[in-house]
């Protein structure tokens, strides 16, 4: 993995390509689960002004509770600067708009 | 003395044939005194209640029937339903028997008491719910019951369901629509069922099950996926966290679900209330529709012929449904417009 690309479809990371619910109690691959155990560990490891890729090449599923849990929750967790400078790659435009909006409504709400 | 010998092997397997015979039936007498079998059962019939020909759950007066008649049955455990005139049965109301008698086993701990359906067919439905197993003629092919098909979730289970949908329900319902707009139905569903484990049951619920029931009838162009549920529904999930919203009657507050008005305040450690609103763009985007019914609830929205957006709260139902039931339709062919909703 580069440093600054999170690929989804890596080994480890594979079951991410079926997003599961919100949080951890509601069943297995939640966003919760992601961003705690993925998200924030791959963003404390980037430098501060490094941009950070997340490619959702192979993204079977998408659950709008996994993405905003994940990125939403990210913001909320105290990492808005860098999750605002994301950017997304092999996604749904859908999904990507989407994204965009969880992170700036937990931006705003900040 | 061959013949003799002859004899008494003769006797002698009479007698065992006897003794076996008085064995068995010795067994089955046990067996009836603590499973007391269909027959035993007729005798404790206090009340019969005749199910009409059409089970629905979408027409007000047909659901009032079906809906009186459950609620009975599981009030009383010997009232038996007659299923003896049934004709048709919808996918919606199929799910609320399949729910019902499993809140029944579960309150019970036995089936509950029907009289068989006279059509082949209706048994088939029946077959297929697993409410009941009946030997069917097996060269008879209902082309309408084909993909008929039935999952359960429950909530002490921890299920991939997206996982489950994508693998093996959408490819084997919707095969011949392209990949992208599957995706999009699939998340549009598990969403649903996802909201369903979050927020139909209490922790302390005896029954905590949900269904995801999927199906075409015949000569329509629409596939219809439908979950359904025996929780506190709507109003009781979403007045839990909105007291302000009581005032609201049942087809309103699906509606303020719908619109995602329902998210949490903050610091909760609950949903953001977008899952629904989420679902209802994705199924406008593959030109679905979604009805969803609870309490006495009634809200529709979707796509309209023009291609706008359709959303209808319509006025409060005589039948009030327990739990929620939520019907997705999708039109077995069409092509993906682009984003709705300005999305």
């Given amino acids: 993995m580069e440093n600054n690309v999170l690929k989804i479809a890596e080994e480890e990371m594979r079951k991410y390509l079926y997003q599961g619910p919100r949080f951890k109690s509601l069943g297995p691959n939640s966003g919760e689960e992601f961003r705690d155990d993925v998200l924030l560990p791959w963003l404390k490891r980037l430098g501060p002004d490094e941009k950070g890729t997340v490619d959702f090449a192979e993204t079977k599923m998408y659950s709008p509770s996994f993405l905003e849990e994940a990125f939403g929750g990210a913001v909320r967790k105290g990492f808005g600067p860098q999750i605002s400078k994301l950017k997304f790659e092999h996604i749904d435009g859908f999904y990507a708009k989407q994204i965009t909006q969880y992170i700036n409504e937990a931006l705003k709400k900040q | ?343």
């Fill in chain 2, 1 to 343: 003395m061959e013949r003799q010998a002859f004899l008494d092997k003769k006797n002698r397997k009479r007698i065992e044939r006897i003794v076996q015979e008085a064995r068995k039936r010795s067994r089955r007498r046990l067996w009836r005194k603590y499973h007391p079998d269909d027959q035993q059962k007729k005798r404790l019939i206090s009340e019969e209640i005749v199910l009409p020909q059409d089970l629905d759950i979408m027409d007000d007066d047909k659901a009032f029937e079906l809906n009186f008649a459950l609620q009975k049955a599981m009030e009383n455990s010997t009232i038996q339903l007659d299923f003896r005139n049934v004709q048709r049965i919808t996918l919606q109301a199929g799910l609320s028997l399949k729910a019902f008698s499993d809140a029944y086993i579960l309150r019970y701990h036995m089936k509950p008491l029907f009289r068989s359906p006279r059509l082949e067919k209706i048994k088939a439905v029946f077959c297929y719910l697993e409410i009941r197993e009946y030997h069917l003629n097996c060269h008879t092919h209902y082309k309408d019951l084909d993909c008929w098909h039935i999952t359960s979730f429950d909530k002490s289970k921890d299920e991939d369901i997206p996982k489950l949908l994508s693998e093996e329900i959408i490819p084997k319902c919707l095969a011949e629509r392209n990949e992208q707009e599957n995706a999009r139905i699939a998340t549009a569903i598990s969403e649903t069922l996802f909201n369903c484990r979050e927020h139909a049951y209490n922790e302390d619920s005896p029954f905590q099950k949900w269904y995801l029931g999927y199906g075409r009838y015949p000569h329509s162009d629409m596939y219809h996926f439908c979950v359904c549920d025996k929780g506190m529904g709507f109003r009781g999930s979403i007045q839990l966290r909105f007291k302000e919203k009581f005032l609201l009657d049942d087809s309103n507050i699906i509606k303020e679900a719908a619109n995602g008005r329902t998210g949490v305040r903050e610091g909760a450690e609950q949903g953001r209330g977008l899952g629904l609103k989420v679902a209802i763009q994705n199924l406008r985007n593959v030109g679905g529709m979604m009805l969803i019914l609870s309490g006495k609830g009634l809200y529709m929205a979707g796509l309209s012929e023009t291609g706008g957006s359709l959303e209808t709260a319509y006025p409060q139902r005589r039948t009030s449904l327990e739990g929620s039931l939520i019907d997705f339709s999708i039109p077995t062919s069409y092509i993906t417009r682009g984003n709705q909703d300005g999305e």
